[in-house]
């Protein structure tokens, strides 16, 4: 597998399109919230909105990269990573949000994705990264536990059961 994280460019435009059109199809949400919160087919607007870059209404400056596994030279997935947390992230949200494309899941991509995630947190000062995932994604709960993931506990959020996973990186 020989995988990077890449920071999206124009370059990189068919790569995000076929990816987000893959996800689409499916019905499925997709995640992270962050590759999804504008429309993609408006490419420069996109690009130029993908990151936040300062605090404002409860949203944090944020960096989101794009899984390429360059062998085949497609995007498999993306990570977003919250530079720090508010109280609310704190509890149901967490520094790092993490997905991967349907056809590309169960081949190993998200443990390591997340793996080359915790080398950027730790190069933005973050020595503790805090990940949550829905109880019934066992998958990513896999994920996080072999990145070193240690469960604190679980809260309800909107009827829904989150596990939060603290992630050591001193």
Not at 13 to 40: C, F, S
Not at 78 to 95: D, F, Q
Not at 142 to 161: A, H, M, P, Q, R
Request: with cysteine; proline share 2%.
């Amino acid at each position: 597998m020989n995988i990077q994280l890449v920071k999206l460019t124009k370059a990189y435009k068919t790569h995000l399109e076929d990816m987000m059109q893959e996800w689409t199809g499916t019905g499925e949400k997709i995640v992270p919230y962050a590759i999804r919160k504008n429309d993609y087919h408006n490419f420069d607007y996109y690009l130029e909105n993908l990151e936040i870059t300062q605090e404002t209404d409860g949203k944090v400056p944020d960096t989101t990269l794009f899984c390429l596994d360059a062998d085949r030279n497609i995007f498999v997935g993306a990570v977003n990573i919250r530079h720090y947390l508010t109280k609310e992230m704190l509890v149901h949200s967490g520094h790092i949000g993490d997905g991967i494309r349907p056809t590309e899941r169960r081949k190993g991509y998200a443990t390591a994705m997340i793996g080359l995630a915790l080398k950027e947190a730790k190069k933005l000062g973050i020595s503790k990264v805090l990940m949550v995932c829905d109880k019934n994604n066992i998958g990513s709960a896999k994920s996080i536990i072999n990145n070193g993931g240690i469960l604190e506990n679980e809260v309800e959020v909107d009827g829904v059961v989150e596990q939060r996973y603290w992630i050591d990186l001193v």
